[in-house]
């Protein structure tokens, strides 16, 4: 346990209306503590530490400015809440902190009035304000709705969708750009450049006494009408032609750690402003602690405040994401039409080495799934063979181009599915829950399924030399199970899977990396003298048509399990099997699925516990399905 900071001044806090009795003076120290209190947190819990750090300031004067939660705060992404949630009746709970039963590490709706709309994937936050500021003139719920978006958040469509929305529609909206240069990698692409221009040759003292100035000369403007407002919002910009195009008045950029400006800023705007404004802030990720770090503390481990060390846990074997991109590299180096893309993750998708390696074959093209997605699919039109590297999460912002881009064009895609199954502290917005059930129904998709860090580089080589239609292969977070990886892999045969010991009565048939659970549980049956098959499927499609069948016809019960929804492996088992006629035979099936509800973070091992997928469920699954009661519970 670390020394807690010194906070007289946050003591005083349970809840935002406390901030109503405080000075300027005071919230600027409030600020300063709440940093050193964000910090200590994040030191014992592990998290997202950078973001939340550079919206400090921002975080205090919203608080003080408006009144939530009747005036909607949207925090787009929320990995930069920390700050928010501490503000917010949440101190208490704070170091519970993505923990099992602890507070979620995003904004979440049935966690806190406060929290008025759950993100955990970026670029929604002005579509959901515009949702509230129109529901409020329809006669719902009253109050602002203030959107902060990261700049890395610009580059996704969605959010230029929501402003040439909402600049059509004219309605009182309030977005807070929280420009830092970075979003989880530094932003690429032409928004980058252009927020780079609106302040890169600006006098920034002017414009900081401008943007105090404010509230003694905006007034009046607003009160003569719309036009003259708008022209003397465009005296304090630096070129905001874009947001002004799109029907945003446009004011900035202004100093985000300044609380002083800060809070003159926003003052103005909400006693005046009546269309979209959109506020541009300059701030810097990490502020205070780790700007300096080339992540500038993104995502950490619990660490020491001191040393800035993390705790991490000893490493037994090297990472799922770590051996697909060595072995990517290995092929490229041989193949030169070997490419790879990314959506603003090359460190966590491992796309960085094979970016240092290739770097014109990688393309990071920020946060834009749906972009990567068809930019593939024009690469691997033009013959050459592109691997796109997303989380399983994140590829479901890309799925209708996955479905008409790629898959009816029968275009070779590569799709490298990390973050397969249930993730830990990220909790069900993060989880890879759903990615086997919307590619395995597309014609013509090859889908594939690692059991282990050997198989991955097996389908690495597979996916390289498959060039009839897309395929895809899923692997989970975290560390492999410490197999030996070959250094010559050769591409699997499409459609088989393997034995991989050999029983009788039972088949458990399971397809990924639930594997190693289904080995524990044979081994715990086989003390009790039950000895189970069980077959590694490898591909959900297409399905192993003669070892399914042979293990149906061989055993009186056969069961899959996966590392997916309802949907996905079991389904096209189960549908194999009817369309044979099997049960009519008198197989005993089951299929072992993650339930149909959102599992909230906890370790993964605590959340395959409540999805009944670990060893001890598995072994139940079987004596249940042979009918034999189990008298006592394995510890």
């Not at 008045?249 to 103005?268: C, W």
């Not at 802030?281 to 992540?295: C, L, N, S």
Request: aromatic share 6%; with cysteine; charged share 25%.
């Amino acid at each position: 346990m670390v020394d807690r900071p010194h906070t007289p001044t946050l003591d005083q806090i349970d809840l935002p209306s406390d901030l109503n009795g405080l000075s300027d003076a005071q919230l600027s120290t409030l600020a300063d503590e709440l940093r050193a209190e964000t910090i200590s947190a994040v030191s014992e819990t592990g998290g997202h530490l950078g973001a939340g750090l550079g919206v400090v300031e921002m975080t205090v004067a919203l608080h003080a400015v408006f009144d939530a939660p009747k005036d909607k705060i949207i925090w787009d992404v929320s990995h930069q809440c920390y700050p928010h949630k501490i503000l917010t009746g949440r101190r208490d709970r704070i170091r519970t902190l993505r923990q099992k039963d602890g507070l979620s590490g995003f904004t979440k709706r049935s966690e806190s009035p406060y929290d008025c709309f759950g993100a955990a994937h970026s670029s929604t936050s002005i579509s959901a304000a515009l949702g509230f500021a129109v529901a409020r003139d329809l006669g719902g719920e009253g109050g602002d709705a203030i959107a902060i978006i990261g700049d890395g958040s610009m580059s996704a469509g969605m959010a230029y969708e929501a402003m040439n929305n909402a600049g059509h529609l004219g309605k009182r909206l309030i977005v807070i750009l929280n420009d830092n240069e970075m979003s989880i990698a530094p932003p690429v692409g032409a928004m980058s450049s252009y927020l780079s221009r609106l302040y890169a040759g600006a006098p920034f003292q002017e414009l900081k006494a401008a943007a105090k100035g404010a509230v003694s000369f905006l007034p009046e403007p607003f009160q003569e009408g719309a036009r003259r407002a708008k022209e003397m919002l465009k005296c304090m910009t630096v070129g905001g032609t874009l947001f002004e195009e799109l029907g945003f008045s446009y004011l900035g950029p202004i100093d985000g750690h300044d609380m002083e400006q800060l809070l003159a800023v926003l003052r103005t705007v909400k006693d005046r402003a009546t269309g979209p404004i959109l506020i541009h802030a300059i701030t810097k990720k990490g502020k205070g602690y780790a700007e300096h770090r080339a992540d500038r503390g993104h995502a950490t481990a619990k660490f020491d405040v001191v040393t800035g060390e993390q705790k991490k846990a000893p490493s037994n074997a090297p990472s799922y994401t770590s051996v697909f991109a060595d072995s990517l590299i290995k092929h490229a180096m041989k193949d030169d039409k070997v490419v790879a893309v990314t959506a603003a993750m090359p460190d966590g998708t491992g796309l960085d080495r094979f970016m240092n390696k290739f770097a014109s074959r990688c393309f990071d093209v920020g946060i834009a799934e749906q972009h990567a997605v068809t930019f593939c699919a024009g690469m691997a039109a033009g013959g050459m063979k592109p691997f796109c590297a997303l989380y399983s999460t994140f590829l479901q912002r890309g799925y209708d181009q996955v479905v008409h881009d790629v898959a009816i064009q029968r275009l070779p895609v590569r799709f490298a599915i990390d973050r397969a199954g249930l993730v830990g502290a990220d909790g069900a917005t993060h989880a890879g829950s759903f990615d086997v059930g919307f590619l395995a129904n597309l014609p013509g998709f090859v889908v594939m399924a690692a059991a282990d860090e050997a198989e991955l580089v097996r389908m690495v080589a597979t996916a390289v030399a498959h060039d009839d239609g897309p395929i895809a292969f899923r692997f989970p977070r975290g560390e492999g199970v410490g197999v030996e990886i070959p250094e010559d892999a050769q591409p699997l045969e499409i459609g088989k899977g393997r034995m991989i010991r050999e029983g009788s009565r039972v088949a458990v048939l399971s397809f990924g990396t639930r594997l190693q659970e289904v080995e524990k549980a044979a081994e715990a049956l086989a003390a009790r003298g039950i000895e189970l098959t069980v077959a590694d499927a490898r591909f959900a499609k297409p399905l192993d048509r003669d070892m399914i069948l042979g293990l149906a016809a061989d055993h009186e019960a056969l069961i899959t399990v996966e590392e997916g929804a309802i949907g996905g492996f079991g389904s096209h088992v189960a549908q194999l099997l009817a369309d044979e006629g099997v049960f009519d035979h008198g197989l005993k099936f089951r299929s072992m699925v993650l339930p149909d509800t959102f599992i909230d973070h906890a370790s993964p091992r605590d959340m395959y516990d409540a999805a009944a997928m670990n060893a001890e469920h598995i072994e139940a699954k079987v004596l249940d399905v042979l009918g034999v009661e189990v008298l006592t519970q394995r510890a």
